[in-house]
């Protein structure tokens, strides 16, 4: 199936369907892939994800199952220390046992797609997931933990060099228990407050450049609060540089939230909304995130990085 959505400087948004994943094309070019039946082991903690995010020139900015860490995909919400499950993938940290392989990795179903249409400038797509437990042994189901509805919108931004994924995501808890979710920090480990919506970069990205309305630099983006934070890397092969931006939206429970970010060891770049303090998903409470993220052209030098993380929040703003 194939759809479209004008935008208003003419360029075109459409997507196919193949059964287990969805593409996205601005005129010729595919800008993204979100893969919602994924075929992972489940040591990897399968779930949806963003691969390959590509700017409108033809540069990738994801990468997947990466040798050091196999369980990075791409661009996807994933969360290591959700009450005693891991929906990260690879081990868990937990303050008695430091890393350990704890048969703990759940997994992010897919149930449906509520709508798929036309939204403004771009497409937008409504999904159904139940996440659940590891299965106790084969053939087995696991165990009912949260039930997510999310949404996800692609919209090209005005000026042609940029386009932003907005997402949004609400989580219900249908385990019959309170669920602390956190992260191997709140466990015990400096400064390791992954989980959230996570950005795995080229191999050619490492050793680039963060850059948020504090200004610019590198690893020491660790953990710091900002409204917007953005990351420039170089390609190999077309010797072009590209970033990407996320936008969080202030309603967001506790933000702004810290980021995860990382240039030294690898590129990567998250939200961490469970980085230092372990937040209660109840019963009836809903938690609901929301970001935008921009993939663009080129570095986010002078006043760029700023003027797109408006552009992109105007965007969040508008998109219901």
């Known amino acids: 199936m194939t759809t479209t959505a004008q935008t208003a400087m003419t360029e075109t948004v459409s997507y196919t369907d193949n059964g287990h994943s969805l593409t996205f094309t601005v005129g010729d070019q595919q800008i993204a892939t979100y893969t919602y039946r994924p075929t992972d082991d489940q040591y990897e903690s399968p779930r949806p994800y963003f691969h390959p995010l590509t ?4 540069d990738d900015l994801t990468i997947y199952r990466p040798w050091d860490h196999v369980w990075h995909k791409g661009l996807s919400w994933a969360l290591p220390n959700v009450g005693e499950h891991n929906f990260w993938g690879g081990a868990t940290y937990a303050r008695e046992t430091g890393y350990s392989n704890l048969d703990n990795n759940g997994a992010m179903n897919h149930e449906a797609f509520t709508s798929i249409e036309e939204s403004g400038t771009g497409i937008t797509a409504r999904e159904s997931l139940l996440w659940t437990a590891q299965p106790a042994g084969p053939g087995q189901d696991g165990q009912p933990l949260i039930a997510e509805k999310r949404s ?7 000026g042609g060099k940029a386009w932003a994924l907005l997402f949004e995501t609400e989580m219900s808890n249908v385990s019959g228990a309170e669920i602390g979710i956190g992260s191997p920090t709140t466990e015990g480990r400096d400064n390791a407050g992954y989980g959230g919506l996570f950005w795995r970069g080229p191999r050619s990205f490492t050793g680039g450049e963060f850059r948020s309305d504090a200004g610019s630099g590198g690893d020491e983006f ?9 990351f420039t890397g170089q390609h190999d092969v077309t010797c072009r540089k590209s970033s990407i931006l996320f936008v969080e939206d202030q309603t967001n429970p506790g933000a702004s939230n810290q980021w995860f970010a990382r240039s030294s060891m690898f590129a990567c770049l998250g939200s961490a909304p469970f980085f230092s303090e372990v937040v209660p998903l109840k019963e009836g409470q809903p938690l609901t995130y929301r970001y935008a993220v921009v993939i663009a052209d080129g570095s986010l030098e002078d006043q ?4 797109l993380a408006d552009a992109a929040k105007a965007a969040l703003d508008a998109w219901a």
């Open 304 to 307: 760029r990085a700023a003027a």
């Open 152 to 158: 996800f919108s692609i919209q090209p931004l005005p």
């Open 55 to 58: 700017t409108l020139e033809g």
């Open 222 to 230: 660790m953990g710091t609060r900002s409204p917007w934070i953005a």
